[in-house]
C-alpha cells in the first residue's frame, strides 16, 4: 500500500526542505512529513517501510527522524542505505533507539533488534570516536557519527542516578566503552541518542 497526502515530489521540485519523520504513529510536528505504514489522520505517507523509499529520488531529503522506529525494523541494513541514498551530502539522520541493556526491550513484541554503542559504527566510513574498531566493507553507505549518548531514565527515587550517569558517562566516549562493557549487565541504560551526517564527497 501507498498513499501519498502531500504530493512529495512537487515538495521536492519546488525546492522545499524536507524534513521526514519515520515510524511517527499519532506524532505530528508542524515541520516535518510523517510517514508511516498505518494510515492516520497524522500520516502524511502511507507506506511499508520495510520496503525502501523508492517514492524518493536521491540526494532529495534535509532531515530524517527515527524516533522509537529503527528496533521494529526487520531490515535495518536495507533502510540505511535507503536513508543515506535520498538525504542530500551532509543530511543528518536523527536517531533514538532502545539500548540492549534496557530491560522494557524485551516487553515489546513487535521490537526486532538490539542496538548497542557501536551499531551505527558498522554504517561509518568516516570519523570515528570509539577505540573498539569494526569491520568498514559491509555496507556501501557513509554516515559519521556527529553525536552518540547513553540515555538513562530511572523511576523514583533514583532519578539523582539518572542525571548523574547521563553527565558522567557522556562526558567522554571512553566513559561510554567502559560503561557498556563493565557496568551495562547490572546498571540498565535505557537507549542511545545518536546523530549521523551523510557523508557523500570524501568517499
Request: glycine share 2%; proline share 5%.
Amino acid at each position: 500500500m501507498f498513499k501519498d497526502k502531500i504530493n512529495i515530489k512537487s515538495k521536492i521540485e519546488n525546492k522545499e526542505k524536507i524534513i521526514l519523520e519515520l515510524g511517527a504513529g499519532q506524532m505530528k510536528k508542524e515541520d516535518r512529513i510523517n510517514i508511516d505504514i498505518l494510515d492516520l489522520p497524522e500520516t502524511d505517507i502511507v507506506t511499508d517501510l520495510e520496503n525502501g523509499l523508492s517514492f524518493l529520488p536521491n540526494n532529495s531529503v534535509d532531515e530524517i527522524h527515527a524516533v522509537s522506529f529503527l528496533e521494529h525494523v526487520s531490515n535495518l541494513s536495507f533502510l540505511m542505505e535507503e536513508i543515506f541514498r535520498v538525504l542530500k551530502p551532509n543530511g543528518i539522520l536523527y536517531v533514538f533507539v532502545p539500548h540492549f541493556s534496557n530491560p522494557y526491550f524485551y516487553s515489546d513484541p513487535t521490537h526486532k533488534r538490539f542496538f548497542g554503542l557501536y551499531t551505527f559504527s558498522y554504517f561509518s566510513k568516516s570519523h570515528y570516536p570509539y577505540r573498539r574498531k569494526v569491520p568498514k566493507f559491509y555496507y556501501s553507505c557513509n554516515f559519521r557519527i556527529e553525536s552518540q549518548k547513553l540515555i538513562f531514565n530511572f523511576p523514583s527515587p533514583f532519578k539523582i542516578l539518572k542525571k548523574l550517569f547521563n553527565i558522567l558517562f557522556n562526558s567522554r566516549y571512553r566513559l561510554q566503552e567502559i560503561y557498556e562493557f563493565y557496568f551495562s549487565s547490572f546498571l540498565p541504560c535505557y537507549g542511545l541518542h545518536t546523530i549521523l551526517k551523510a557523508i557523500k564527497n570524501d568517499r
